[in-house]
């Protein structure tokens, strides 16, 4: 069974970047059949989809945030994100997901969540 | 602003019917993904493809999709069933996800 785990500081100052690592056991990042995805949620708000990675190295990410993310494969099990310039409203707690690299995409395997405080 | 729109809120007596709607332009061309998330928790996929349940998701649950909307229906709610609901998909451009705002169901 897969699973996948958050970690890095639970707290960042302004401006400065934040960075995740995601990691995956019971499966491979190098699985061509799935997209790694990072998701967030501001307290109390919705769903907010940050981007994704192939495990060939191929990256799309949300454009509305586009020059300040980044997702990179760190190793054979894990996938990392980082976000520059944060503000207050990058305060949110930071999924990462596993995507069916099919038409139509869905997360069929969530990490349990981190929250991430951007403090001033 | 979501290029998938969902109802903020729905109520449903317990035992009755209830659908959930996501609609947006790319719903014309890919399926809408729906997932389940109770306070506290990570979200939970419950529909996925044209109407598929991942193993352990009741068969209460169960999608469709017509021209630009694509619905989940709960048949019978139950109490546990009050969550907040997320429909996701591709964006116009089909090369990015979105999500929908999210629907908070109340079970009454």
């Known amino acids: 069974q897969v699973q996948l785990q958050e970690s890095g500081p639970g707290l960042v100052k302004s401006s400065q970047t934040l960075s995740l690592t995601c990691t995956v056991s019971g499966g491979s990042i190098s699985n061509g059949d799935y997209y790694w995805s990072w998701i967030r949620q501001p307290p109390g708000k919705g769903l907010e989809w940050l981007g994704y990675i192939y495990y060939s190295g191929s990256t799309y990410y949300n454009p509305s945030l586009k020059s300040r993310v980044s997702i990179s494969v760190t190793s054979k099990n894990q996938f990392s994100l980082k976000l520059n310039s944060v503000t207050a409203a990058d305060t949110a707690v930071y999924y990462c997901?596993?995507?069916?690299?099919?038409?139509?995409?869905?997360?069929?395997?969530w990490g349990q969540g981190t929250l991430v405080t951007v403090s001033s | 602003s979501s290029e998938l729109t969902q109802d903020p809120a729905v109520s449903v007596a317990l035992g009755q019917t209830v659908r959930i709607t996501c609609q947006g332009d790319s719903l014309r061309n890919y399926y809408a993904s729906w997932y389940q998330q109770k306070p506290g928790q990570a979200p939970v996929l419950v529909i996925y493809g044209k109407n598929n349940r991942p193993s352990g998701i009741p068969d209460r649950f169960s999608g469709s999709s017509s021209g630009n909307t694509a619905s989940l229906t709960i048949t019978g709610a139950q109490a546990e069933d009050e969550a907040d609901y997320y429909c996701n998909s591709r964006d116009s451009s089909g090369n990015h996800v979105v999500f929908g705002g999210g629907t908070k169901l109340t079970v009454l």
């Open positions: 997901a596993r995507d069916q690299a099919v038409a139509t995409p869905y997360f069929d395997h």
